[in-house]
């Protein structure tokens, strides 16, 4: 275990001296990332039922303590697209409150997997899973934005997808142009603008320019003042959100939704700037991060936070390499607010959904989700279940039936992959070498005798290979050798199979002999009390020691 496991790269990095021309990059960094952050804050919060100031704060004070207690030298932590379903979902059935609390929990529960060193384990879950809940949040996202990118005169827009959908076409006669055309305008700008300057997003242009048009022109489209009134410039005091355990029990659910979705989120972010920057994340110190980042953000009335794969990308391309750009960008960012964001009441709502639009065509991974559609069969189920359990149920679902179809999944191939072959013939064994076997003779099986050979794990999906030996067994040997040198452990399930399958070859007066086993399978063969059953002479550490064993027992017998 590395001692620096829980030590934030913040530290290390001004241990070990940050120059001079490296701060200034990265300074220059963190406000360009502040920049591309601002529109993208405001439009999360608004997309996700709360006022437009929470996503700011979650921006700052989950960012900036992302950024110095994290394990990622670039991760820029944030608000991103991948909460707006779940915190929707949250506002709608528990209100503002409580959210701010299952943020609060959440973040307890993501120290925890930091703390239990389940980092390393949360990078491998299931590649078409991730795919199938990143591209079903862009589609519930696209959806969600269709009535301010139409300027849709519509007092409710129903939560369930397809019902949303009817309504949007019920109210197609409603459509504001000037609305749709700003809408447009921003999606353009957002996708191209980086061919003129790739400094400043195109959704910052895009908001500089649609505000500037509301306010000389006053065009009548829905702005944020329109919408949620004046936005506060202030942070909220701290303050402790009201627990009990009938709350903890009704919010635990979406708490450990917002935790490992946050959790996962992060991560795959930091590999994807790993790759960026030639680093190596820490990651059970950068989880530890994310967990205090959503602590405070709750303290402060914020949103859930995690790693931002596009924030953190637009901090590296710009020259960003410490922790300081994360912390400039958050500081950034509370100027902003404190001067400037009583403009941001003019900003109008259709700008914001064309900045969401292309968030989502961003998010959906079509390339990906085109090319997953190619591959087995297993996988295409386990992306297709959770893209439809998405878009039509909910996010929680989704997540819970990927990963338990993924298990499964996981579980049947492993099982398929051991296997018991009958070897009649030492001869027959790829791995055979003729100075592995002192006497000739030993080459072949003497009579009386049959040997097995198993190749995977002993867990409890492959341990009726057991039972398959028994069903393949015409008539019982006197010895019968299995042979497990490719086993790499046994279960307590699999321990528990051996039981049994030495207690029936036993009556019938078989004796069993354990050929090759390594450290850990022995081990658990100890543990279980299998040394006193079979005998410990009769676990022996190669085929031919066991071979000669076998025709002393057959001669015993005699």
Same mark, same amino acid.
């Given at each position: 275990?590395?001692?620096?496991?829980?030590?934030?790269?913040?530290?290390?990095?001004?241990?070990?001296?940050?120059?001079?021309?490296?701060?200034?990059? %990265? +300074?220059?960094?963190?406000?360009?990332?502040?920049?591309?952050?601002?529109?993208?804050?405001?439009?999360?919060?608004?997309?996700?039922?709360?006022?437009?100031?929470?996503?700011?704060?979650?921006?700052?004070?989950?960012?900036?303590?992302?950024?110095?207690?994290?394990?990622?030298?670039?991760?820029?932590?944030?608000?991103?697209?991948?909460?707006?379903?779940?915190?929707?979902?949250?506002?709608?059935?528990?209100?503002?409150?409580?959210?701010?609390?299952?943020?609060?929990?959440?973040?307890?529960?993501?120290?925890?997997?930091?703390?239990?060193?389940?980092?390393?384990?949360?990078?491998?879950?299931?590649?078409?899973?991730?795919?199938?809940?990143?591209?079903?949040?862009?589609?519930?996202?696209?959806?969600?934005?269709?009535?301010?990118?139409?300027?849709?005169?519509?007092?409710?827009?129903?939560? %369930?997808?397809?019902?949303?959908?009817?309504?949007?076409?019920?109210?197609?006669?409603?459509?504001?142009?000037?609305?749709?055309?700003?809408a447009v305008g921003t999606v353009i700008l957002s996708l191209n603008f980086y061919r003129i300057t790739r400094?400043?997003?195109?959704?910052?242009?895009? !908001?500089?320019?649609?505000?500037?048009?509301?306010?000389?022109?006053?065009?009548?489209?829905?702005?944020?003042?329109?919408?949620?009134?004046?936005?506060?410039?202030?942070?909220?005091?701290?303050?402790?959100?009201? +627990?009990?355990?009938?709350?903890?029990?009704?919010?635990?659910?979406?708490?450990?939704?917002?935790?490992?979705?946050?959790?996962?989120?992060?991560?795959?972010?930091?590999?994807?700037? %790993?790759?960026?920057?030639?680093?190596?994340?820490?990651?059970?110190?950068e989880l530890v991060a994310q967990g205090v980042g959503n602590i405070f953000s709750g303290l402060f009335g914020? !949103?859930?936070?995690?790693g931002a794969i596009a924030r953190t990308a637009t901090n590296v391309k710009n020259g960003g390499r410490t922790?300081?750009?994360?912390?400039?960008?958050?500081?950034?960012?509370?100027?902003?607010?404190?001067?400037?964001?009583?403009?941001?009441?003019?900003?109008?709502?259709?700008?914001?959904?064309?900045?969401?639009?292309?968030?989502?065509?961003?998010?959906?991974?079509?390339?990906?989700?085109?090319?997953?559609?190619?591959?087995?069969?297993?996988?295409?189920?386990?992306?297709?279940?959770?893209?439809?359990?998405?878009?039509?149920?909910?996010?929680?679902?989704?997540?819970? !039936?990927?990963?338990?179809?993924?298990?499964? +999944?996981?579980?049947?191939?492993?099982?398929?992959?051991?296997?018991?072959?009958?070897?009649?013939?030492?001869?027959?064994?790829?791995?055979?070498?003729?100075?592995?076997?002192?006497?000739?003779?030993?080459?072949?099986?003497?009579?009386?005798?049959?040997?097995?050979?198993?190749?995977?794990?002993?867990?409890?999906?492959?341990?009726?290979?057991?039972? %398959?030996?028994?069903?393949?067994?015409?008539?019982?040997?006197?010895?019968?050798?299995?042979?497990?040198?490719?086993?790499?452990?046994?279960?307590?399930?699999?321990?528990?199979?051996?039981?049994?399958?030495?207690?029936?070859?036993?009556?019938?007066?078989?004796?069993? !002999?354990?050929?090759?086993?390594?450290?850990?399978?022995?081990?658990?063969?100890?543990?279980?009390?299998?040394?006193?059953?079979?005998?410990?002479?009769?676990?022996?550490?190669?085929?031919?020691?066991?071979? +000669?064993?076998?025709?002393?027992?057959?001669?015993?017998?005699?």
């Amino acid at each position: 275990m590395s001692t620096k496991e829980f030590v934030p790269k913040f530290f290390t990095l001004l241990k070990n001296g940050i120059s001079k021309k490296q701060l200034s990059r %990265d +300074i220059v960094a963190g406000i360009i990332v502040g920049i591309v952050a601002l529109p993208l804050a405001i439009a999360f919060a608004i997309a996700s039922g709360v006022s437009p100031e929470k996503g700011i704060i979650t921006a700052i004070v989950a960012g900036f303590l992302i950024s110095v207690l994290g394990g990622s030298r670039v991760q820029i932590g944030g608000p991103t697209g991948a909460f707006i379903i779940i915190v929707f979902g949250i506002v709608q059935e528990h209100g503002v409150e409580g959210l701010t609390i299952a943020t609060f929990m959440a973040g307890f529960i993501i120290i925890g997997l930091g703390l239990l060193r389940l980092g390393n384990y949360l990078k491998f879950i299931s590649y078409p899973l991730i795919i199938g809940f990143t591209s079903g949040i862009a589609v519930v996202i696209f959806s969600t934005q269709i009535k301010d990118f139409l300027g849709l005169q519509m007092e409710e827009v129903p939560a %369930d997808f397809v019902d949303k959908w009817i309504a949007y076409f019920q109210h197609l006669d409603s459509i504001n142009w000037i609305a749709v055309a700003i809408a447009v305008g921003t999606v353009i700008l957002s996708l191209n603008f980086y061919r003129i300057t790739r400094v400043i997003p195109g959704s910052f242009v895009a !908001i500089v320019l649609s505000t500037a048009l509301i306010y000389f022109f006053d065009l009548p489209v829905a702005t944020i003042e329109s919408s949620f009134g004046e936005i506060s410039n202030k942070i909220p005091a701290p303050q402790i959100p009201g +627990i009990n355990f009938e709350i903890v029990k009704e919010l635990i659910q979406p708490a450990i939704a917002i935790a490992l979705l946050g959790a996962i989120e992060s991560l795959l972010s930091a590999v994807v700037a %790993d790759g960026m920057v030639g680093g190596k994340h820490r990651s059970n110190m950068e989880l530890v991060a994310q967990g205090v980042g959503n602590i405070f953000s709750g303290l402060f009335g914020g !949103i859930p936070a995690t790693g931002a794969i596009a924030r953190t990308a637009t901090n590296v391309k710009n020259g960003g390499r410490t922790p300081i750009a994360g912390i400039v960008h958050s500081i950034f960012l509370l100027l902003t607010m404190l001067f400037f964001i009583p403009i941001a009441k003019l900003i109008p709502l259709s700008c914001l959904a064309g900045i969401l639009v292309v968030v989502a065509y961003h998010m959906s991974e079509w390339r990906q989700f085109r090319d997953l559609l190619k591959s087995n069969r297993m996988d295409i189920v386990v992306l297709l279940t959770t893209f439809l359990l998405t878009v039509f149920f909910d996010l929680i679902l989704a997540i819970e !039936i990927g990963l338990i179809l993924s298990s499964f +999944i996981f579980m049947k191939r492993m099982s398929e992959a051991t296997t018991v072959d009958n070897r009649k013939n030492l001869l027959e064994t790829p791995e055979f070498e003729e100075r592995k076997t002192f006497e000739e003779e030993l080459a072949y099986i003497p009579k009386g005798i049959m040997l097995y050979e198993i190749n995977g794990p002993m867990f409890f999906a492959a341990s009726q290979k057991f039972q %398959d030996i028994l069903s393949d067994l015409r008539e019982e040997p006197k010895v019968l050798i299995l042979r497990m040198r490719h086993v790499p452990f046994i279960d307590a399930t699999g321990v528990t199979r051996l039981k049994e399958f030495h207690e029936k070859l036993h009556g019938a007066g078989t004796k069993i !002999i354990i050929s090759g086993a390594q450290r850990e399978v022995k081990e658990e063969l100890y543990n279980a009390g299998l040394y006193t059953l079979i005998g410990k002479q009769n676990i022996l550490n190669n085929i031919d020691d066991a071979l +000669i064993r076998a025709e002393e027992l057959l001669k015993s017998d005699s």
